[in-house]
């Protein structure tokens, strides 16, 4: 019997003198439920084939095959993997196979024999004919590359996600046309299997609305070596057709984003990709937005790349058709209003328009109550929850989104305050809007950075991102803005973030409630779309409350359970309450108050882990995707923080079970090594993060109104 170590051990000692160099090709053809592979070898004289075989990942028990000698060079064997899977696996199977061959070669004077994987890094060319997934006597059959050794292999009954073949893929030009028709051009490369068919879908994030666009695509190039498809594609966006749909539907605000559609060759369902940007897109001119107007209404559209992952979204924006007139008509003399307006006057803040619940809404009720002299505004849609509870605290100065008076103010701005990226609150969420006038802007953060890549939408090069000041927590994250991010190290204030001051006010004892509380991190893929990323760490999290042990634990400390659903999870609220659990949505809760009467945190990558440590209380990071498909969504966890995570880190139901019980003997305090961990996240362990930021934003007018003096 042989394994997997067995194997890499053999390649470790037994070193080919060729050992860096590839063999010219082999392929692997599918005729009904046989499977012919055939291997072309060098020439060298003393290399020969002794035998294929193929590897039982679970068990590690080999199954050899004798190879068929075609010529000097050439070996080939033909598998029915029908009879293969019925001879060698039991009822209901779920197993994993991998293809090997045994070469001989001479070393001096002396045959030493090596084992390879059927691997695309061995080969110059492969060759695919007629491969792809098939069933059989009611078992699926998926073959597939490893991502480990890129071998050839094949599942039965384990699904292998597809996503694996794609390589890349990226926009490289955005243009608008005449009669409002928008064109993404771009590059999608596959690995080892070619294209077959693309279809870009836009989707509507809250209706869910799905449109199938014109899209084209063809093969430029080849890499015999790396086995890489490169295609050249085109999509074509109408944006009057969806207007329309729009404008029937009765429809308000909405966010379309894009995916494709991939239809590889042999395999039965289609690859979902998200379509992409690149840092290298250098044209302003592919945010120029397009209005189209019907009746006294007006949709705004305007293309824009998501936070997470650089996504394409388009942004429609609905106007009554008088306000955005205005808005057109003044918005070219927002600059000839500034002489008029007093330099410390119009502060602008905001999170996101149906939003008033984190920092923005904080340092703004902040700077009512202290600096009533100061005059701050918020802007908030009227639909949002929050809308009576901000009108209640100071009605005059809500911005009503859209309306008029909103688009004066903006234009008279002398500095904006936003928790998000800027143009969440813009007219047309367009994020060079601002660029027209002398509105200085403020990144006061929504969360202490770090477990999210920003390097492309927060990085100081961007072209689709500006702030004059970026708010930061610790000498930690104030290096990562400098040294990551670019800023330079005056645009970047230690302050703390405003929701610190209430975060760290003393507290009742009283309130304290021994709860755990389950905090997935919201997800920008798969909200109405390509949900399975979703669907795992739902399982996952569910998995753990439905485990006996853990029961037992919650029996032992009479614990109840908690779940704050993100948005891209509110679907499956009823899923938790069937477990018992007090089930509530992160945007509809006052997340300070459920961090401040929790005893123990549990997130994936949720950043208010942070927060939670702070308190001085135990978290643990439940990562099960680190050993999935999907890891690389928690990569800039170890790329930034490593073992400087303030609590506990697993990817395993048992481990996190193992985990809440040695919390709960040492009577669910911090560790002292994750209390040093969490100190040092957090400069300023007070109440005075408002008063800090202030303080730096009037320096920032000051800096301003001095420049303009000297002028």
């Not at 936070?307 to 008088?322: D, M, R």
């Not at 070219?332 to 119009?346: C, I, M, T």
Request: aromatic content about 14%; glycine content about 4%.
């Amino acid at each position: 019997m042989s394994s997997n170590k067995d194997i890499q051990t053999k390649e470790e000692t037994n070193q080919h003198p060729q050992e860096n160099n590839t063999y010219p090709s082999f392929t692997i053809q599918k005729i009904e439920d046989a499977i012919t592979t055939t291997v072309i070898l060098s020439t060298h004289q003393s290399e020969k084939l002794d035998e294929f075989y193929i590897l039982h990942r679970e068990t590690g028990k080999r199954y050899p095959f004798l190879a068929e000698k075609i010529n000097d060079s050439t070996y080939r064997f033909t598998l029915s993997i029908r009879e293969f899977i019925r001879q060698h696996t039991g009822e209901n199977p779920k197993a994993h196979f991998e293809f090997y061959f045994s070469l001989h070669y001479l070393e001096d004077s002396k045959w030493i024999k090596k084992d390879e994987s059927l691997s695309l890094d061995r080969f110059d060319r492969f060759n695919s004919i007629g491969l792809s997934q098939f069933k059989d006597q009611g078992n699926d059959i998926y073959p597939y590359f490893s991502r480990k050794t890129n071998g050839f292999c094949f599942t039965v009954n384990i699904p292998v996600r597809s996503i694996r073949y794609i390589y890349s893929s990226k926009i490289e030009k955005i243009k608008s046309q005449r009669n409002n028709i928008l064109v993404i051009d771009g590059k999608i490369v596959t690995k080892a299997i070619p294209i077959n068919r693309i279809d870009a879908v836009m989707v509507g994030r809250r209706s869910n609305y799905k449109l199938v666009l014109h899209s084209n695509h063809h093969l430029e190039d080849l890499e015999q070596v790396s086995h890489l498809y490169h295609y050249d594609y085109s999509i074509s966006v109408d944006l009057n057709l969806i207007a329309t749909e729009l404008f029937i539907r009765g429809k308000g605000d909405e966010d379309f984003d894009f995916y494709f559609e991939v239809y590889l060759d042999g395999l039965f369902e289609p690859t979902v990709v998200r379509v992409t940007g690149s840092c290298d897109l250098k044209s302003r001119n592919m945010f120029k937005n397009r209005d189209i107007a019907y009746g006294r209404s007006v949709y705004v559209f305007s293309p824009n790349f998501t936070e997470q992952y650089n996504g394409l979204s388009l942004a429609a924006t609905k106007y009554g058709k008088e306000i955005y007139e205005y808005y057109k008509e003044v918005r070219g003399f927002s600059r000839l209003l500034k002489p008029f307006v007093s330099e410390n006057d119009y502060w602008i803040i905001g999170e996101k328009p149906l939003e008033a619940r984190s920092n923005g809404w904080l340092f703004f009720c902040y700077l009512r109550e202290n600096y009533p002299e100061i005059n701050a505004f918020y802007v908030l849609d009227k639909d949002s929850i929050d809308y009576e509870k901000a009108i209640s605290f100071d009605s005059e100065r809500i911005l009503l989104f859209k309306s008029k008076k909103y688009v004066q103010f903006l234009m008279k701005a002398q500095v904006i305050l936003t928790s998000q990226a800027p143009y969440h609150i813009y007219p047309t969420r367009n994020p060079l809007w601002l660029d027209g006038f002398g509105a200085k802007r403020v990144l006061l953060q929504n969360n202490i950075i770090g477990l999210q890549s920003l390097k492309q939408t927060y990085g100081f090069s961007t072209k689709f991102f500006r702030t004059d000041l970026f708010i930061v927590s610790s000498k930690h994250e104030k290096r990562y803005v400098i040294d990551t991010l670019g800023y330079p190290e005056e645009q970047v204030v230690l302050s703390g973030l405003p929701r610190f001051d209430k975060l760290l006010a003393p507290t009742n004892s009283d309130n304290l409630t021994k709860q755990l509380v389950f905090c997935p991190a919201d997800q920008e893929i798969g909200l109405n779309y390509q949900t399975e990323s979703i669907l795992r760490t739902v399982e996952k999290f569910a998995t753990v409350i439905d485990h006996k042990e853990f029961k037992a634990f919650l029996a032992t400390y009479d614990l109840t359970v908690t779940v704050a659903l993100p948005h891209a999870m509110a679907s499956y609220f009823e899923r938790f309450a069937a477990l018992g659990c007090t089930v509530l949505l992160q945007e509809q809760t006052t997340m300070l108050t459920l961090l401040n009467t929790g005893t123990v945190f549990i997130t994936d990558y949720h950043p208010l882990a942070f927060d939670f440590s702070f308190l001085t209380k135990p978290v643990c990071f439940f990562q099960p995707d680190v050993q999935g498909p999907d890891k690389d969504k928690i990569h800039s966890i170890t790329e930034l923080y490593s073992n400087e995570l303030p609590g506990e880190v697993t990817c395993n139901e048992d481990d996190l079970i193992y985990l809440l019980n040695q919390i709960g003997q040492n009577n669910f305090k911090m560790s002292n090594q994750n209390q040093k961990k969490a100190d040092a996240l957090l400069e300023y362990k007070d109440t005075h993060s408002n008063q800090r930021i202030y303080e730096a934003v009037s320096h920032l007018l000051s800096k301003k109104e001095n420049t303009n003096k000297k002028l």
